[in-house]
């Protein structure tokens, strides 16, 4: 898929149930969150995610842990190993209120 508009459009005619956000920690480690599809809007896609971050090693203490996962359309693809159909977009870290990528983000 090359743009946001092809993912939502996908989300609905594919009858997509879920969307995998997932990234890369610093150890080079796969990470991901998984939402319902029917969260995934346009706002979704421009605006981010918000996520704890402390729940990743070596990221932040609880004290400053929110983070925003930003996807990139251009990744989205249809995960075939899931029960349920499941949307995969790969994201990079960014640091809510600046909007600037995460440094600790590979």
């Not at 706002?43 to 609880?62: N, R, T």
């Not at 929110?66 to 995960?79: E, F, G, H, N, R």
């Not at 790969?90 to 440094?103: I, W």
């Amino acid at each position: 898929m090359s743009d946001k508009n092809s993912v939502l459009t996908s989300l609905k005619e594919d009858d997509i149930a879920y969307v995998d956000l997932r990234f890369t920690d610093p150890r080079g480690k796969l990470q991901h969150v998984t939402v319902l599809s029917d969260l995934v809007d346009e706002d979704f896609l421009d605006e981010g995610f918000m996520f704890d971050g402390s729940s990743i090693a070596g990221w932040k203490s609880i004290e400053q842990s929110d983070m925003k996962l930003m996807p990139d359309p251009t990744s989205a693809y249809v995960d075939p190993f899931f029960a349920e159909k499941t949307l995969c977009l790969h994201c990079s870290v960014l640091e809510p209120d600046t909007n600037e990528p995460y440094n600790r983000d590979p």
